[in-house]
């Protein structure tokens, strides 16, 4: 399957402090990426959907004053997370879909762990 | 709105043994149905979808999925599983014309023992 790669694979940030992750669509050039949260032994819960060129669609509670997603290429999709917390500790993981229509699949890179202190 | 059902949050198996992971959906539309594996700090790999045709499907590592829809049910199974076959198993679906969003089950934690 098509390669996807974050950066970073973990990080560690004080309370109160911002922390970007990247998300890179390494083998196709996506249009549409996702953003994906997970809490330790838990499903994956879709945050938003990344488009490039355009706002991202975020997912109902999802804050998007907090979690701010930028696709400004069509490699490349980044979230910050804003004065984090540590409720925000948790696995981010994202993902790209081929351009047009038929695939319906997600290659999902290998996440992010973030942890707040 | 869709909705994904993993009835067995985990399920413990022997070696070489066969599994059966649950899955069922609810969806007032078509649906695309998918089953994705997760190793420990890992992202998720596509081991099988159905998209249409063949209500039997193949996937990698041995597994394959049947899609029932009178019973909206997509379980997963393997005839015979490997220690290496330890890991989270989640099923999701997608909206058929719609995006590709993908709504996840809250997975099932396949451990297979010596």
């Known amino acids: 399957g098509a390669v996807v790669s974050q950066h970073p694979s973990w990080v560690i940030c004080k309370s109160g402090t911002s922390v970007k992750i990247e998300c890179r669509s390494l083998d196709f050039q996506a249009t549409t990426m996702f953003w994906y949260r997970q809490f330790p032994k838990q499903s994956l819960m879709l945050m938003a959907t990344?488009?490039?060129?355009?706002?991202?669609?975020?997912e109902q509670g999802v804050e998007k004053d907090k979690f701010l997603i930028n696709h400004a290429s069509l490699t490349l999709s980044t979230l910050t997370v804003t004065s984090a917390h540590p409720e925000d500790s948790s696995f981010y993981i994202c993902?790209?879909?081929?351009?047009?229509?038929?695939?319906?699949?997600?290659?999902f890179g290998p996440g992010t762990r973030l942890t707040v202190t | 709105a869709q909705s994904v059902t993993q009835l067995d949050s985990q399920v413990p198996v022997f070696e070489e043994a066969p599994v059966e992971l649950r899955c069922n959906y609810s969806?007032?539309?078509?649906?695309?149905l998918f089953w994705y594996v997760q190793y420990p700090n890992q992202g998720l790999q596509l081991l099988l979808k159905?998209?249409?045709?063949?209500?039997l499907v193949k996937g990698i590592n041995g597994f394959e999925a049947e899609f029932n829809k009178s019973q909206t049910s997509f379980h997963l199974r393997k005839p015979s599983v490997h220690i290496s076959d330890t890991a989270e198993y989640f099923c999701a679906v997608s909206l058929q014309g719609g995006s590709e969003k993908l709504v996840f089950g809250k997975g099932t934690k396949l451990t297979v023992n010596p």
């Open positions: 990344s488009n490039e060129g355009s706002k991202a669609t975020y």
């Open positions: 993902s790209d879909t081929p351009p047009g229509q038929g695939s319906y699949e997600q290659y």
């Open positions: 969806s007032s539309v078509s649906v695309y």
């Open positions: 159905y998209l249409s045709g063949s209500t």
